[in-house]
């Protein structure tokens, strides 16, 4: 169970049926989360926001006081966070960067290449020599690496370590950052680190992997007798499903971050979270097409569906839900209503996995009534199969505390 702010609540009973259903997203909440984020962390750490969590001008733009700059990963990205959010830093990471995406971010000047392998290295460097300026570009490799202190043995969605297309493998560090101090490439200036390495991670775990990643930069600068100034260390901080009001503990890993940072005078930490940002401002709302029974459970079936709200299929969780009542039916049939306790959510979709969120406690639930999805403000429209079935897109509400 969530619950939806007053806000968002009245917004989704005053949307008449056939606006259904529609993504309502309450600004004023995301602002105030990102302020307490943002008050959690040490004044020299910088917060990024990983745009690919959601990235609607409106939720840039609503985070822009709180964060400093934004992590985009592909051209589109650039191009959209750039005109959503002029003149703000970006980083600009992600795997299987195109010749075309790195020329229009060297044009578009990003703060930050987070570079993925020692081939794109050499193909940045070869386009940033053609350009007229001769200002270097800031380079942060991306490192794969393994996080063996054992803090993490209780995380199943651990990646960093193991086989992935993501970053340069620890075996291949020195070399790699070898090019950069011996002068080949001077174009490039060689700023720190990258890494995320895990998602689901609570404030304990986060703290842990910083710190095993800042040692890890530490020891390699050593080597290369070059300062290290920058360690992004990601994001990936945890979203709880299954207890929508438990929140990730910001003041406890700003702590942790205050002492690696106090351990490592002139070290600019940075993170760059998406989910744990945006996901709680969301909400899919929509209304009950039927109820039915089926070889002893029920069913209600929803407007709508994952091609909508993707999340619950990709996560394979129960998407947390409110029933909102709605007494009128002006219809002249009869409203199918539940008789069980417990009733599956169901989409629109011909395929059994359309399941947004399983043996909700609602009894009495008829068609009619509206039920509003909470914690999908991230990963949820934008990585959601909008066209299978060609039903109709849902709205898009962005409520500002300020106009409501
Ligand atoms: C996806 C991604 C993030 C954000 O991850 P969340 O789990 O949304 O916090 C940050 N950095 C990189 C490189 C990513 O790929």
Aim: aromatic residues 8%.
């Amino acid at each position: 169970m969530t619950v939806p702010t007053a806000a968002v609540r009245s917004h989704a009973l005053a949307l008449p049926a056939t606006e259904l259903p529609a993504y309502v997203y309450d600004l004023a909440a995301l602002r105030e989360h990102a302020a307490s984020v943002r008050h959690a962390l040490p004044e020299n750490v910088e917060l990024y926001y990983a745009a690919k969590a959601n990235p609607e001008p409106e939720i840039l733009a609503a985070l822009a006081p709180y964060v400093d700059g934004y992590e985009v990963s592909s051209g589109g990205e650039l191009a959209h966070v750039g005109k959503a959010v002029p003149g703000r830093p970006l980083a600009f990471g992600g795997p299987g960067k195109t010749l075309a995406e790195i020329t229009a971010a060297l044009e578009q000047g990003v703060a930050r290449f987070h570079v993925e392998s020692a081939y794109e290295l050499r193909v940045l460097a070869e386009l940033s020599a053609r350009r007229a300026s001769h200002s270097p570009i800031g380079v942060l490799l991306r490192f794969n690496l393994p996080l063996s202190d054992g803090s993490l043995a209780g995380s199943s969605l651990a990646m960093g370590g193991l086989p992935s297309p993501f970053g340069v493998d620890p075996s291949e560090a020195d070399e790699v950052v070898g090019l950069l101090g011996g002068g080949a490439y001077p174009q490039l200036e060689l700023r720190g680190v990258h890494a995320h390495l895990a998602s689901g991670l609570e404030a304990a775990e986060q703290v842990a992997v910083a710190e095993s990643v800042v040692t890890w930069s530490d020891a390699l600068a050593a080597r290369h007798r070059t300062p290290l100034a920058e360690v992004n260390v990601g994001g990936g901080m945890n979203v709880d499903y299954a207890s929508a009001e438990r929140r990730f503990d910001w003041a406890a890993y700003g702590a942790g971050l205050a002492r690696l940072a106090a351990a490592h005078p002139g070290l600019t930490l940075r993170i760059e979270p998406g989910r744990a940002l945006t996901a709680y401002c969301g909400w899919y709302v929509t209304d009950v097409l039927d109820v039915k029974h089926s070889h002893g459970r029920e069913f209600a079936v929803v407007r709508g569906g994952t091609h909508h709200l993707r999340t619950p299929a990709t996560k394979g969780h129960d998407q947390p839900c409110t029933v909102l009542p709605v007494d009128s039916w002006p219809h002249p049939w009869p409203r199918p209503t539940a008789r069980q306790n417990e009733i599956t959510l169901t989409g629109q979709l011909c395929t059994p996995k359309d399941l947004l969120a399983r043996d909700v406690p609602a009894p009495g639930l008829r068609a009619g009534d509206r039920v509003a999805f909470g914690l999908a403000g991230a990963y949820a429209w934008n990585i959601s199969h909008h066209d299978f079935l060609m039903h109709p897109r849902p709205g898009f509400h962005f409520l500002d505390g300020a106009r409501n």
